[in-house]
Structure formats: structure tokens, C-alpha cells
């Protein structure tokens, strides 16, 4: 099993950009989906980014056109690079893996989780 640790997060004008970067530990991190999730203040998790061990992305609608997440399996390294940022984009992000092909958009199904990093947009 992988153990994640995030960095990357800090505070940024609203039309900004962040990298947010992951890195996992362990064995086997080629064949895990990878994540990324965010939870604002007073706000439920929100899944909005995923790739699974194929390369295959997936995007939430909030995100789609500015964020881009990508995989470097030979370094263990998970990418979010956020573009054209927004207030509301302010939240924790965290990453999150899960084994195996299935690679699904719930939180639920992901045992391996980083303790996240601050994204702070101001207007």
C-alpha cells in the first residue's frame, strides 16, 4: 500500500494558477487509480479529477477546461495543475489512491488518503 504526502497549496489571485503535487511511497503505485479531491470549509468532499493505472482522466464539470491532472509512475508523482483559478476554488485538496482497475469518482472507495494541502484563491 502507498502512503501520499501533498505539496504545492498556498494563496493565489482569483485567474492564478497552482501546481499541486503528490507523492506516493510504497510498492506498485503504477497500477492505482489516483485523485483529487477538495473539501471547502462548511462543505461536503468533492471528488474533481481522476486518472486510473491506464491514463484514462476524468474531470468534475466545476473543474473541466482548467484543471489538469497527470502521473509520472516512474517518480510516484501525481500533478493537479490548476488554472484560472476562482474563489471558490478555495479548499483543501487532498490526493487519494485505490488499487486496481476500478477507479471511481466516490470518495468512499479509496483506503489511502494524503492530509492535504491549503488552496486559498482571493478575489
Known amino acids: 500500500q502507498v502512503q501520499l504526502v501533498e505539496s504545492g497549496g498556498g494563496s493565489v489571485q482569483a485567474g492564478g494558477s497552482l501546481r499541486l503535487s503528490c507523492a506516493a511511497s510504497g510498492y506498485g503505485y503504477s497500477g492505482y487509480c489516483m485523485a483529487w479531491f477538495r473539501q471547502a470549509l462548511g462543505k461536503e468532499r468533492e471528488g474533481i479529477a481522476r486518472?486510473?493505472?491506464?491514463?484514462?482522466?476524468t474531470y468534475a464539470d466545476s473543474v473541466k477546461g482548467r484543471f489538469t491532472i497527470s502521473r509520472d509512475n516512474a517518480k510516484k508523482l501525481l500533478f493537479l495543475q490548476m488554472n484560472s483559478l476562482k474563489p471558490e476554488d478555495t479548499a483543501v485538496y487532498y490526493c487519494?489512491?485505490?488499487?486496481?482497475?476500478?477507479?471511481?469518482?466516490?470518495?468512499?472507495?479509496?483506503?489511502?488518503w494524503g492530509q492535504g494541502t491549503q488552496v486559498t484563491v482571493s478575489s
Open positions: 487519494a489512491a485505490r488499487y486496481g482497475n476500478f477507479c471511481p469518482a466516490a470518495g468512499v472507495y479509496f483506503n489511502t
Open positions: 486518472i486510473d493505472n491506464g491514463g484514462t482522466t
